[in-house]
RNA sequence: GUGGGAUUAGCUCAGUUGGUUAGAGCACUGGUUUGUGGUGCCGGGGGUCGCGGGUUCGAAUCCCGUAUCCCACCCCA
């Protein structure tokens, strides 16, 4: 037996309908919040997602599906959405355009890593990237979008939230976490070794403790944004409270991809495993203007489709459509033909076998049908077909014609 | 990439110290004195016990390897 590759899945039944349905919400606000679709390909040049996404990043450092292709071009599945967004707002030469340009987007992304729940290989997200608004503003509608969201699908969670500072804070900062953990060196983890020439900030959320004792005196981000960013982080935490959106300042909150900048925000559910983020964006205002397009401010976020499906609390089953059966094989091209013409309007089931009466209504029950229709010989004699509301029980029968 | 657990019917699981033809419930399917369902009764199909080696007279059971899933780490959605 051939069978799917480690760590990518099917959506089938039972987790298709839950798919299905968190696209049909999520798409109708995205549409509310004033976005628009947009699909980029699965696959782009590596360079984009090298410089893009950084390379200090694990899912560049490690995690990509990277190949030379027939053309001798070194390309990548996707690792995530972002990139690929900029890049065609760039090459589409909206950068030059100017206004405000807002995309909505879902589909697979890519990652080699070692598979568990709520973590697989090829996985769902569903994202949006606005474009052109400087606006904190912006940051606030963008997680609020999220978390109406999460509100209709009936998900708890929590809202982690943190600044990540600007050009202006960020680099005088980081000088001033070197200098701190340099000086402590020889106390520290291998992990965080490393992290100090790949991605110092991220020391700050090493999950040993011997570490924490130490990072407790570090100097702290949130202590040292410059006078925009201060403002801006508190307007943003007004606006959420103002809207009853709860949230945490998570100073440790630094996100794994290099282009954030400023608003950092973490969607994570206790339900789930230790896969608990649920979604993740931020601002990334540096982003276009990286991959040589003109500098336009940007925000956005990502929702991991797949950790949210047994989240969801779907809508009530209802019964929908009919059950066409025949008693007798001879009324069964009679009843496709009724059935046919049924299907331009219904959702109609059609059980080609003659059975009993008892078992079509079963079957019928099964199948979740409002309405069970059924030909036989009495039927067929007087062109009618008989016809029982499942819900209250009523029968009727019905002239062929009328159908 | 590192460490641990699991894998027997479509699903959830039994299966004794290694011993005849590997079981149950649910699901599926057929019949059920005569045309009324979601909850009656009787029957039926379906398994190279994850895969590959080894030990043994004999392996679902013991040993080795391997694949996949799950859990933790790492990281993220």
């Known amino acids: 037996m051939i069978q799917s590759l480690r760590g990518m899945n099917d959506i089938m039944s039972p987790d298709n309908k839950r798919f299905e349905y968190f696209l049909s919400v999520a798409t109708k606000i995205a549409k509310r919040y004033n976005f628009e679709y947009f699909e980029a390909p699965l696959l782009e040049e590596t360079a984009l997602f ?3 996404v950084g390379e200090s990043s694990d899912i560049v450092g490690k995690e990509m599906y990277q190949f030379i292709d027939k053309g001798k071009n070194d390309v990548c599945l996707r690792p995530e959405g972002t990139a690929g967004v900029v890049r065609s707002f760039i090459q589409n030469k909206l950068d030059r355009k100017g206004g405000t340009h807002r995309f909505f987007y879902h589909g697979s992304m890519f990652r080699y890593e070692r598979p568990q729940k709520g973590r697989l290989r090829q996985f769902h997200q569903f994202g949006c990237e606005s474009f052109g608004v400087d606006s904190v503003y912006e940051d606030a ?3 609020m979008m999220v978390a109406d969201i999460l ?3 009936g998900i708890g969670y ?3 939230l943190n600044s990540l500072g600007d050009s202006n804070c960020m680099p005088q900062y980081r000088e001033s976490l070197i200098t701190f953990v340099t000086k402590h060196e020889d106390s520290i983890c291998e992990d965080c070794k490393r992290r100090l020439s790949t991605n110092p900030i991220r020391v700050l959320d090493c999950k040993n403790t011997s570490c924490q004792n130490i990072y407790v005196d570090a100097p702290k981000l949130i202590n040292n944004l410059c006078d925009a960013c201060e403002s801006d982080f508190e307007k943003l935490k007004t606006i959420l409270s103002k809207n009853d959106i709860d949230f945490e300042v998570d100073t440790h909150l630094v996100r794994g991809l290099d282009y954030y900048s400023k608003t950092a925000f973490e969607f994570v559910s206790d339900d789930i495993g230790s896969q608990s983020a649920i979604a993740g964006g931020g601002r990334y205002d540096k982003l276009v203007e ?4 003109r500098a336009t401010p940007a925000v956005g976020f990502a929702i991991g489709i797949e950790r949210l499906l047994e989240l969801i609390k779907m809508p009530e089953d209802t019964r929908d459509g ?3 059966g025949a008693l007798d094989e001879v009324a069964l091209e009679t009843l496709i033909s009724l059935a046919q013409k049924m299907r331009q309007k219904h959702r109609v089931v059609i059980e080609y076998k ?7 209504l079963n079957a019928a029950d099964k199948e979740n049908v409002t309405f069970c229709a059924i030909i036989g010989e009495n039927e067929l004699n007087e062109s009618k ?9 009523e029968e009727s029968s019905i002239n062929f014609i009328d159908v």
């Open 50 to 52: 090298k410089r893009g």
């Open 141 to 143: 509608s963008v997680i």
């Open 151 to 153: 509100k209709e699908l």
């Open 158 to 160: 929590k809202l982690q």
């Open 290 to 293: 990286f991959l040589d397009g």
């Open 322 to 324: 009919y059950y066409f």
């Open 354 to 360: 003659a059975k009993n009466l008892k078992k079509h």
């Open 385 to 393: 077909i008989w016809v029982k509301d499942l819900l209250n029980k």
